[in-house]
């Protein structure tokens, strides 16, 4: 019966770690993926000696070269559910110490393990912490043996010290059931494990000088951002469509796209992106949630996250801006909680080899060359360092001119001065004046840089369009010369009419109209 | 059998030390300088330098390295990646061979050519020692950003790199521009700008963290110079812009929309300048000579922004300022006028000798740093002459530098590695003006350290000794937000 009990422990815990891995593998792969394009780990003794002039310096250490493993999802999933695991079995063990019987401690140890599987749920939770606590859990089993209440309590501060220098934040876990255990099964005289704990905890605060780092910082270490506990399907979903962004899916991130149906603003950027690499932007634009200019362009910016900052440089980088993609990629890079990042790194080298600086790419294909899954990539690329076509550098100007990080319009328009055969450049022009509303702008541009090109106005131009003509009270030959198709003429008079008819009310119009330029034009509100 | 393996052991153990001892046997000869990382071939280095560790750049399995002093003595080392000489041995090394040069005879192995013998390469030691230690920056280049950064200080006889402040104490902060009195580390001026921004004013022990912005100035003192009596610091006070170039050979810039210099004077706690240094036009990077009696700037005619700005061209200018009376002369001297050669002059740092300006001069504006063609020149304030630095510039970007305090070296901030990233060189100068091949600031392993690394060395600055502060009493004050408000007063 007993031994059945036990099998019954074990099945669950095997169950759910299946369960863990599982839902990492197929529903939740996207957060793991970005945590390794968020971090870089060299195979180098200097980055190995950077870890230790902060706490933590083991669990970071080794949370970061597990985490280059997240590169698929399978490793992520793999890494993540053993670590859960791993921690399960030491808090049951730790339970057990406590004279508590096999199925309860089993089922407490559950608790934290749930707890530790939320965290691995947020955007930016380390597995260097996870592994900052089973450290402080095997230190607590290790320290327990000892039966001497003298010896018991007199190692605690220098096991405190090292635990601390080697786990972080785990040295609470560890005071905590050093000092549970102390009462209810070594010392009887209180005082004589309070101060210890009391001394033990203040030990973080007096390091820190040391450490350079503050008091929050002192006993959070190694985690670096907010902790949150939330399971969040809709960054996930955000994710999938930056991850095959990266893979340049187009299809799969219009079709997830499609799928979501997300009002959000940097899924939508995603998806223009997608829908301009597919050359369907002019004609799609509408079929997707669109807040305003903003989902063409992640701002950089002191308001905007890190994150954002990180994704930014995708459009600028396509688009043929490189100072931009630099800039955003740079700042993506310093603002990442490690401060290092494959993804950015890859980005940069790619960056410097389309502007032909092969010095500075050099530098990011070295560095790359040092890690364990992107050495081949780097070494491929360094074949491009000195080629003469590159296929980005026609897209960047050749006439010089400064321009304000923030002022998209004005950069567009430098791209096509220079080539006005950059087609994503121009659809992102007209598609910034059409979700800005600014019809005499977008005509402007239009007449400028589209009209002379031999092909099929687009439908979403060909709404803004008519728009532009009928207010100047265009003729029917100025329309044909336009080329606006017949089909988009007829829309246009059934919807002024049915706009008409609705007072204002967009319920009515939703349905038919809803995709269309005239409906954004008239009940979008513009968010900034 | 015991016996033949202890004795094989022995001899092999025995062939690795003498095969240590003596050198490479058979090894070909090669006609090159060998490949290594940093260039020290041909470089003047003072005689308190900490090692000048070497890597071999090409794919060589080991290195064995003879350095032979001119006057005496000789190290080995026989390693497998870099040649790391020990502190002590190289410390007496230098100082046995002060004043001469050494030769460096490098081998290296390679799995299919086997040993090469390369031509040895000299390095000469200056008796005069450098400023102990480094005062520099550690941050992304080029960016105004909040996130992580530092203040270090490197103790140039050791590998030893002390944090003076990194923002991690200080999240969300940037700190920037630290400046001292001729070298001293007593007084220092740093700024931290963000939400618990303010300008730390360090005297001996005393540290006060101030509010320069007044209402008569258009913003906070920036750019910091410090009168050689330790009685003032003048600034510039700036408004820029950050702007983005769109071709592929010129990045960015940082453009003042209005810029001052004003003198700050902290035993009153009040702000001086004068009409002729807050005009229309932009005035900007001063400094004092030695002997604090002119100050000299930066200024450059108005431009429209950003439309004209290939037409902002800063000269270099001087004018009076009498301590005693904190009063400034009547007029203003164009010492250089780089507008008329089509260039712009940054950063004009008087030697501590009085006989030159150094000064970055490049194409246009004040954003030296991304502008390639930027490099060093002096002007000679004995005669007015003006000479380019060519011993000293590269290719790539020469901007900031400084003066170690005996006026013999240098040091600057150079891109020439890989374009991007900012290393500090050090080179010096003899009474007859020659000037010496720089040298990169030594490293453990350089190759590795300098590949690695994402972060600039940015505004390096000599100091005699370690800046000794309270870090916990600065970090209380930051903290703490009070911030002392200062006085404007128009002389």
Known sequence: MKHKGKWMEWLAAGTLTVTAFLFFLFLYPYHNLLKEQMTLFLHTSDNFLSYLNKPAWLTSYAGDLLTQFYITAAGGAVIVSLSLLTEWLLFRKVFRSFGMLSAPASAMAAIPVAVEFLFHCGLHYPLSSTLSTLLALGSFLLIIRIRNRHLYTWLFLPVFAFVYYLAGHGVIIFTALWLVFGLTRIVKNRLLIFIPALLGMLIPLLLRPVFLISPAQAYKYPIKAPLSLNISFTWEKILALDYQTQKGNWFKVIYLAQQYGMQNRVASYYTNLALSQSDLLGDWLFLFYQPGPGALFLPVSQLSTPLTIAFSNEVFFRLGDMNMAQHSAMLGMIFSQNHRSSRLTKRLAEIHIAIGDAPAAEKYLGLLEKTLFYRKWAREQRTLLHATDVPLREKIPSVDTVRLADDYVNALEILLESNPENKMALDYLLCTHILRKDIPAFREAYDKWFVWRAETIPVVYAQALIVSLYREGASDEALQAYGIPYSVMNHFMEYTNAYGKSGGDPAPLQEVYGNTFWFYYHFAMLQQ | ?491
């Open chain 2, 1 to 491: 059998m015991k016996k033949i393996l202890l004795i094989t052991t022995t001899l092999i153990a025995l062939m690795i030390w003498n095969g240590c001892k003596r050198g490479v046997p058979n090894a070909d000869l090669s006609d090159t300088l060998p490949p290594v990382f940093p260039d020290y071939s041909g470089v003047t280095v003072p005689v308190n330098i900490t090692p000048l560790h070497f890597q071999m750049t090409d794919n060589a399995t080991r290195m064995y390295v003879k350095a032979q002093g001119a006057k005496s003595g000789m190290l080995e080392i026989n390693h497998l990646k870099s040649a790391a000489f020990k502190l002590a041995q190289w410390k007496q090394f230098l100082e046995e061979n002060a004043g001469d040069s050494l030769s460096f005879t490098v081998y290296a192995k390679y799995k299919d050519k086997g040993w090469i013998q390369y031509l040895p390469f000299t390095v000469y030691v200056n008796p005069v020692p450098v400023n102990q230690y480094l005062v520099y920056r550690l941050i992304a280049p080029g960016y105004e950003v909040y996130s992580k950064m530092g203040i270090y200080q490197r103790d140039l006889s050791s590998f030893k790199e002390i944090p003076l402040l990194e923002n991690t104490l200080i999240p969300g902060n940037c700190m920037n521009c630290h400046s001292f009195t001729g070298n001293n580390p007593d007084n220092m001026s740093l700024h931290i700008r963000g939400e618990l921004g303010g300008t730390i004013i360090k005297k001996g022990e005393e540290i006060e963290i101030l509010n320069t912005k007044t209402k008569e100035t258009a913003g906070n003192c920036v750019y910091p110079y410090w009168h050689p009596s330790g009685d003032f610091i003048v600034y510039s006070v700036n408004q820029t812009i950050q702007v983005f170039h769109a071709i592929r050979d010129e990045r960015i810039e940082v453009i003042d929309l209005a810029s001052d210099v004003v003198v700050y004077h902290p035993e009153s706690r009040k702000i001086i300048s004068t009409e002729l240094l807050t005009t229309n036009d932009f005035e900007t990077f001063p400094s004092f000579s030695p002997d604090g009696k002119t100050l000299y700037f930066s200024s450059s005619a108005f431009q429209k922004i950003p439309g004209n700005y290939k037409e902002i061209r800063y000269n270099l200018c001087a004018i009076a300022f009498d301590p005693k009376t904190m009063t400034f002369g009547d007029h203003v001297d164009t010492l250089v006028n780089a507008a008329a050669m089509g260039k712009s002059i940054s950063y004009a740092r008087p030697s501590p000798d009085g006989k030159y300006i150094m000064f970055t001069l490049f194409d246009y504006g004040n954003f030296s740093i991304w502008h390639k063609e930027a490099d060093l020149w002096l002007y000679d304030l004995r005669d007015g002459s003006l000479r380019e630095m060519k011993e000293v510039n590269s290719d790539d970007v020469e901007s900031y530098h400084s003066w170690s305090s005996e006026g013999t070296w240098f040091v600057f901030s150079s891109r020439r590695l890989d374009g991007l990233y900012t290393r500090p060189f050090f080179a010096c100068i003899n009474e007859e003006g020659e000037i010496s091949k720089p040298f990169l600031l030594p490293q453990k392993e350089p190759l590795e350290f300098y590949n690695m690394t994402f972060f600039s060395y940015n505004v390096p600055e000599f100091v005699t000794g370690l800046v000794d502060w309270d870090l916990g009493k600065v970090e209380k004050m930051l903290t703490e937000g009070k911030r002392d408000s200062i006085e404007y007063r128009n002389k």
